[in-house]
């Protein structure tokens, strides 16, 4: 007789994602600084891990510009700049552009109030101009990145999100406020329509309003326009 399969299991995670995962939660939360150096042996006590996954954690992270490197010299958690800030919020719009296209029509109710959920706590963080709005809008435009089932798009928007949250927050407080419940709302609106065309306006509406902003500050020479 055929023998029996198992049930199919939860999928677990490699120990070296396990550790990219604390790694960049600790850079993003700042209990990693910029500039500080990451060495091995103090990592290996703090994380309770074998330098392998480590290493291999922290060449993904200098992958995406949260680590920087130089042999038999450093180690250490990148310095912010406005020109990363810059090239990857452009790049991160297109990702969530595409997201939204195809995610819309696949979401079930079930999304849709996920979504909306997720929509109120960044108008909430909006209204209250508080720097956790980084992390719950990247929380929130995931849902399309995740059903826009496509597995490519979803590996390279979450390492560009990866990399624009940590870039963006040293400068929260130039956060266009103003602009974003506008964005949340059409896009929840959108959700529950499943109307993947206004979705798509949306993002391309925001779009141009990000690019207006940029190009004040690049205009400001990489400051920050009236700063």
Same mark, same amino acid.
């Given at each position: 007789m055929p023998v029996p399969t198992a049930a199919e299991a939860t999928p677990r995670k490699l120990l070296r994602d396990v550790v990219f995962d604390q790694l960049l939660t600790a850079i993003q939360d700042g209990t990693l600084e910029p500039g500080e150096r990451l060495n091995d042996? %103090?990592?290996e006590k703090w994380l309770g891990v074998s330098r392998t996954p !480590?290493? %291999?954690a922290i060449s993904k992270l200098a992958d995406i510009g949260l680590v920087e490197t130089a042999p038999q010299r450093y180690t250490r958690v990148a310095?912010?700049? !406005?020109e990363q800030y810059i090239e990857g919020l452009r790049l991160l719009y297109g990702f969530h552009e595409l997201s939204a296209r195809w995610a819309i029509p696949n979401l079930t109710d079930a999304d849709v109030e996920h979504f909306r959920k997720l929509g109120? #706590? &960044?108008l909430a963080d909006a209204e209250a101009k508080s720097k956790d709005i !980084?992390?719950? /809008?990247s929380r929130f435009i995931d849902v399309l990145v995740e059903r826009s089932e496509n597995s490519l798009l979803q590996q390279l928007a979450r390492q560009v999100d990866a990399r624009v949250t940590y870039m963006s927050l040293p400068r929260v407080?130039?956060?266009q406020w103003d602009i974003f419940a506008g964005y949340v709302t059409g896009l929840v609106a959108a959700a529950e329509a499943r109307d993947a065309d206004a979705a798509e306006r949306v993002m391309r509406a925001q779009a141009v309003k990000i690019e207006e902003f940029l190009a /004040? &500050?690049? #205009? /400001?020479?990489?400051g920050f326009p009236g700063v």
């Amino acid at each position: 007789m055929p023998v029996p399969t198992a049930a199919e299991a939860t999928p677990r995670k490699l120990l070296r994602d396990v550790v990219f995962d604390q790694l960049l939660t600790a850079i993003q939360d700042g209990t990693l600084e910029p500039g500080e150096r990451l060495n091995d042996e %103090e990592l290996e006590k703090w994380l309770g891990v074998s330098r392998t996954p !480590i290493r %291999e954690a922290i060449s993904k992270l200098a992958d995406i510009g949260l680590v920087e490197t130089a042999p038999q010299r450093y180690t250490r958690v990148a310095k912010p700049t !406005i020109e990363q800030y810059i090239e990857g919020l452009r790049l991160l719009y297109g990702f969530h552009e595409l997201s939204a296209r195809w995610a819309i029509p696949n979401l079930t109710d079930a999304d849709v109030e996920h979504f909306r959920k997720l929509g109120d #706590q &960044v108008l909430a963080d909006a209204e209250a101009k508080s720097k956790d709005i !980084i992390l719950s /809008a990247s929380r929130f435009i995931d849902v399309l990145v995740e059903r826009s089932e496509n597995s490519l798009l979803q590996q390279l928007a979450r390492q560009v999100d990866a990399r624009v949250t940590y870039m963006s927050l040293p400068r929260v407080g130039y956060f266009q406020w103003d602009i974003f419940a506008g964005y949340v709302t059409g896009l929840v609106a959108a959700a529950e329509a499943r109307d993947a065309d206004a979705a798509e306006r949306v993002m391309r509406a925001q779009a141009v309003k990000i690019e207006e902003f940029l190009a /004040a &500050v690049e #205009q /400001a020479g990489g400051g920050f326009p009236g700063v």
